[in-house]
């Protein structure tokens, strides 16, 4: 942790909860200037409110805007928001993202699919894109984006065929971005996270479907497990990159999973 703020700026969203805001949280803590960005600006407060800041007055530092990813219009305010406030941005997660409902293949409605499409893939696009436009115009010019993958991109669960298509569908977006910063000085890396801790997860505590039909238990790990992984993601030099990083609970079923 830096024992002293620094000038860099980091995005988070999906930062009102679990996952998204013990990062935003962490990088706070770490010294950096954070947006938090989410649907509903009450929890992203109190998500501010409740990190604590030790290196002074936290509305410094800190800034709370109500987003909607999957919206065009929402992510650009987002960014004119990050850029008013704090006037560059060095570091993005993509964070949010949503999951349908578990349900067969063939009895997923389409509105559920698209919510899904919107959410995980369209709005990680747009932060993206508009990531894009002001690190290459920024001085000194680049910066980081994570995005947040899931076990999903590599393995998926039963009745999941929106969730892991979209999450499939981020590591083309990772692989494309990260080929294309390049000539922008902009690294762009994957986070692939399984079982953490978190709301979301909270049914695999009692059991959840697995590949043989079966319900069971399955373990989870801090969220904090998850902030360490991404700051070690964020303090890297530009010239450096880690493309994809797995965190996991480790006895969860991944590895020779099904």
Same mark, same amino acid.
């Given at each position: 942790?830096?024992?002293?703020?620094?000038?860099?700026?980091?995005?988070?969203?999906?930062?009102? *909860?679990?996952?998204?805001?013990?990062?935003?949280?962490?990088?706070?803590?770490?010294? #950096?200037?954070?947006?938090?960005?989410?649907?509903?600006?009450?929890?992203?407060?109190?998500?501010?409110?409740?990190?604590?800041?030790?290196?002074?007055?936290?509305?410094?530092?800190? !800034?709370?805007?109500?987003?909607?990813?999957?919206?065009?219009?929402?992510?650009?305010?987002?960014?004119?928001?990050?850029?008013?406030?704090?006037?560059?941005?060095?570091?993005?997660?993509?964070?949010?993202?949503? *999951?349908?409902?578990?349900? %067969?293949?063939?009895? !997923?409605? !389409?509105?559920? #699919?698209?919510?899904?499409?919107?959410?995980?893939?369209?709005?990680?696009?747009?932060?993206?894109?508009?990531?894009?436009?002001?690190?290459?115009?920024?001085?000194?010019?680049?910066?980081?984006?994570?995005?947040?993958?899931?076990? *999903?991109? /590599?393995? %998926?669960?039963?009745?999941?065929? +929106? /969730?892991? +298509?979209?999450?499939?569908?981020?590591?083309?977006?990772?692989?494309?971005? *990260?080929?294309?910063?390049?000539? /922008?000085?902009?690294?762009?890396?994957?986070?692939?996270?399984?079982? +953490? +801790?978190?709301?979301?997860?909270?049914?695999?505590?009692?059991?959840?479907?697995?590949?043989?039909?079966?319900?069971?238990?399955?373990?989870?790990?801090?969220?904090?497990?998850?902030?360490?992984?991404?700051?070690?993601?964020?303090?890297? %030099? !530009?010239?450096?990159?880690?493309?994809?990083?797995?965190?996991?609970?480790?006895?969860?079923? /991944?590895?020779?999973?099904?």
């Amino acid at each position: 942790m830096s024992k002293t703020p620094h000038n860099r700026v980091a995005m988070i969203t999906g930062a009102g *909860s679990g996952i998204g805001r013990a990062c935003a949280r962490a990088l706070l803590a770490d010294g #950096w200037r954070v947006v938090f960005a989410g649907r509903r600006i009450d929890t992203l407060n109190d998500a501010i409110a409740g990190a604590g800041d030790p290196f002074g007055d936290i509305r410094d530092r800190a !800034l709370a805007v109500a987003t909607d990813v999957g919206q065009p219009a929402s992510v650009a305010a987002l960014f004119d928001a990050c850029k008013a406030k704090f006037g560059r941005l060095d570091f993005l997660f993509n964070n949010a993202g949503i *999951s349908a409902f578990a349900a %067969p293949l063939e009895d !997923l409605p !389409l509105e559920q #699919w698209q919510a899904v499409v919107d959410t995980n893939l369209t709005g990680s696009f747009l932060c993206i894109q508009q990531a894009f436009r002001l690190m290459k115009a920024q001085q000194p010019r680049g910066g980081r984006i994570v995005n947040n993958g899931s076990i *999903s991109a /590599y393995a %998926p669960r039963p009745n999941s065929i +929106a /969730y892991t +298509a979209t999450k499939h569908a981020v590591t083309g977006l990772t692989k494309t971005a *990260s080929l294309d910063g390049r000539k /922008y000085d902009i690294a762009v890396g994957q986070l692939d996270i399984g079982n +953490a +801790a978190s709301e979301m997860t909270a049914r695999m505590v009692e059991g959840v479907a697995q590949a043989d039909g079966s319900v069971k238990p399955e373990p989870r790990m801090p969220l904090q497990s998850v902030a360490d992984a991404l700051l070690t993601m964020a303090n890297l %030099p !530009l010239d450096s990159n880690v493309l994809f990083m797995t965190v996991m609970a480790t006895k969860m079923p /991944y590895v020779g999973r099904g």
